[in-house]
């Protein structure tokens, strides 16, 4: 009896043996299924937020494709993701690979939406509690990996309506490439931007302004009118005959003393115009519109010429805008004007013809008094500027008054609204950027399997 005793302790610790290591087995095993689950979360999450908050998204958006697919390896947000999601993680052994990617479709005819993307790799290294050579277990330490894909679709326009002014030089030296590319870019921008909208009060709206000495301002069936120019240092007018007309609040034609701080702040609502010796040039303003067709038409029509004054543009283009500005007592109609985005782009090759004009008309608060002119309290109006070949952002004239500054708690934060394009092929998408920085949008993003 007691050797059958003894056999059956002895069957009894065989048995418990693989019965314990299956049910540590079962344990450990289950704790890694939950930690491989939580890391496909987190890894999709961290998908989610790199591509919609990396700040360096932009620029792989308009990037040659060589310098997209470089790596960027255990990116703070995503490990923030990834520690928060998944514990007991050994330190100093995640490994996440996150690869930028983009595709931008340039078949006209096709339905596919451009996009860029990170592909977010995860790999944890976790100890194991159950560890036993006799017995079923996990190895000493254990590696549990996961991938996620998020892409980005960006949109140009968010929630608000916009209103959109186009200032485009069309000095002599536009001539070419760059003016042919200049034309491209808005007939693209425009098309995604109106979209062919009806004209309801909520549909975006594009303007545009041409500019070398001066800006033109085109009078269809009209004999009479009247333009007001800035001379011996005051407003006077004058019945002119003519069906396109130049315009300046002060321009080379016009020489002496200027009293800037008094032009800074009247300008806006004056249809500044001068008479000028000689032939006119081949361009003129459009008004805001949301007619894209007849939009791109104009424009396409336009020829450039003449030396480079900026500051006729910019003014002229916030003209532009003021003459839509609501400026009655209706709080809806109030509401609904003030909602509409304010953007100004400024599209230069070059440096101005007399430099001092616009650096009086900045250090006179001109971008600050138009910014002021159409900004409210929550709807910022918005500057930027592209130089077309040109080093605009060495111009320190240029970033007083595109540049945006912003007060945090403890100081003044300067962001710059200038981007440089070198490479013409690049200029769309450096003027779409600029216009998703004013929008304040970043476009949709969403996981993906990979499949377009």
């Known amino acids: ?18 019965l314990f290591g299956s049910v540590f087995f079962a344990l450990e095993g289950t704790r890694y299924i939950q930690k491989k689950t939580r890391l496909a979360d987190a890894s999709e999450a961290a998908a989610l937020a790199v591509t919609d908050q990396n700040p360096n998204k932009l620029n792989i958006y308009t990037e040659k494709s060589k ?26 052994t995640d490994n996440i690979i996150i690869t930028p990617e983009i595709f931008i479709n340039k078949n006209k005819n096709s339905d596919k939406k451009s996009y860029y993307q990170y592909n977010v790799n995860v790999t944890t290294t976790h100890n194991s509690w ?50 042919i590319k200049l034309k491209e870019s808005i007939k693209i921008i425009s098309n995604e931007i109106l979209n062919n909208s009806n004209s309801n009060s909520n549909s975006n709206r594009i303007a545009f302004t041409a500019f070398s000495d001066f800006t033109q301002t085109k009078y269809d069936n009209k004999k009479n009118y ?21 315009q300046s609040v002060i321009s080379g034609y016009w020489y002496g003393s ?21 032939r006119l040039y081949n361009f003129y303003d459009i008004p805001l519109t949301n007619n894209q067709v007849k939009l791109i038409k104009k424009i396409n029509h336009m ?40 953007i100004l782009i400024l599209l230069s090759d070059g440096e101005e013809s007399d430099p001092s004009i616009l650096k009086n008309l900045v250090n006179n608060k001109l971008c600050k008094n138009i910014r002021k002119n159409f900004s409210t309290d929550n709807n910022k109006m918005f500057m930027g500027m592209v130089g077309i070949g040109y080093r605009a952002s060495d111009n320190d004239v240029f970033h007083k008054c595109f540049d945006g500054i912003y007060e945090t708690e403890y100081h003044l934060i300067t962001d710059s609204n200038i981007i440089d394009v070198d490479d013409l092929s690049t200029l769309t998408d450096k003027i779409k950027e600029l216009i998703r920085k004013g929008q304040q949008t970043d476009g949709i993003s969403k996981l993906s399997d990979g499949q377009n």
């Open 130 to 179: 159950f560890v036993n050579e006799l017995i079923p277990s996990f190895n000493q330490t254990q590696d549990i990996t996961a991938a996620a894909l998020a892409r980005n679709y960006p949109r140009l326009t968010g929630d608000q309506p916009i209103d959109l002014v186009f200032v485009a030089d069309f000095s002599g030296s536009m001539q070419g490439d760059k003016i």
């Open 258 to 278: 200027y009293n800037y701080s008094n032009i800074v702040s009247t300008f806006i609502d004056h249809e500044n115009k001068i008479i000028t010796r000689g």
């Open 67 to 92: 310098q997209n697919r470089k790596q960027l390896d255990n990116y703070p947000l995503a490990s923030a993701y990834i520690n928060s999601y998944v514990r007991n993680i050994n330190k100093d």
């Open 226 to 246: 009247t333009a007001i120019l800035y001379k011996n240092n005051t407003w006077i007018e004058k019945k002119v005959k003519r069906k396109i007309l130049p």
């Open 303 to 342: 020829h450039p010429n003449g030396s480079t004054s900026a500051y006729e543009g910019i003014m002229r283009g916030a003209q532009l805008l003021y003459k839509d500005k609501y400026r009655g007592k209706d709080l809806t109609k109030i509401q609904s004007y003030n909602n509409r985005k304010k």
């Open 1 to 18: 009896m007691k050797k059958q005793q003894g056999v059956a302790a002895i069957i009894l610790v065989l048995v418990l043996i693989p």
